[in-house]
């Protein structure tokens, strides 16, 4: 096509319009997601790989960011970042990307620790690892190995997301929880133990357990339980352990942070009284 041509498209009120360098949208109207997702690619060139939000996205999980688009490119390949575009050169492209249609993007541990190290918030990134882990999209190894691969830049909040999810924290919810204990003098628990009774029968999953006073506490995001199944599990839930003995506190997130020390009375109380009590025969399997 020649120059002239592609001028006359791109002319004041034409079918096209220039995206980035080199890259046009051959149709009216605002670019969809994959136009742009696509665009990136193009103008990254044919090695490029999406990571960051957008490939997080991709894998079907909740991520917050900026509306750019990150591309790993080679790390001998000349290209700038420019308009919504942020290019990232590597050494470490990889070799296992995912595929819809003509767009490439990152596995999930490597999009989750890219969009990790770019989040100012440590709640955004124990957010999207959190999630990440919950729905089995990758482990904590292969996030620890990215982590200690990848560049130290922008990797303390990533690290202390992946020491607290190793210590059974699955929510930026049960983190502002955990702080809240270990600020005071309370006991600390074990959090999102496997609780069994003297049968060896799977009970439930507190997000925190006090094995010698038999008392657990649940942080209770509408996030998890928006569905009326989701809702029927977790009353079911909730009755089994009652129905073992188990004292079950519940605080919303909003609690935890605009009440601290509501929680931390109610917390007291009921760990004051489970300890006047016998022990409950339940063994507490820690959080894997």
Not at 49 to 55: E, I, N, Q, R, Y
Not at 142 to 158: F, T
């Amino acid at each position: 096509m020649a120059p002239s041509q592609v001028d006359y498209r791109l002319r004041p009120g034409g079918p096209w319009r220039v995206m980035l360098p080199g890259v046009y949208l051959a149709v009216t109207g605002t670019p969809t997601p994959v136009q742009r997702d696509m665009a990136a690619l193009l103008y990254a060139g044919p090695q490029s790989v999406l990571t960051g939000p957008v490939a997080v996205r991709r894998h079907h999980l909740a991520c917050a960011g900026l509306n750019l688009i990150d591309a790993l490119i080679p790390a001998g390949t000349r290209r700038r970042s420019t308009g919504f575009v942020q290019v990232q050169r590597t050494t470490r492209m990889p070799d296992d990307a995912f595929e819809t249609g003509p767009i490439r993007f990152a596995p999930p541990h490597r999009a989750v620790a890219d969009a990790a190290r770019m989040m100012t918030r440590l709640s955004d990134v124990q957010a999207v690892v959190c999630e990440a882990v919950q729905r089995k999209r990758c482990t904590v190894p292969l996030l620890a190995r990215e982590l200690n691969a990848g560049p130290s830049a922008g990797s303390r909040k990533l690290r202390a997301a992946l020491t607290e999810i190793s210590a059974g924290i699955r929510s930026s919810a049960e983190s502002d929880l955990k702080r809240l204990i270990d600020r005071s003098d309370l006991e600390k628990p074990m959090y999102n133990p496997m609780l069994y009774d003297a049968e060896g029968v799977f009970i439930g999953q507190p997000d925190a357990w006090w094995q010698q006073a038999g008392v657990g506490g649940e942080v209770d995001s509408r996030e998890y339980h928006l569905s009326p199944a989701d809702y029927d599990s977790t009353t079911a839930r909730h009755n089994r352990m009652e129905a073992h003995g188990i004292h079950l506190l519940h605080w919303l997130p909003s609690t935890i942070r605009t009440g601290p020390d509501q929680v931390l009375r109610d917390l007291r109380g009921a760990l004051e009284s489970g300890c006047r009590r016998p022990p409950l025969p339940i063994t507490a399997v820690p959080a894997t």
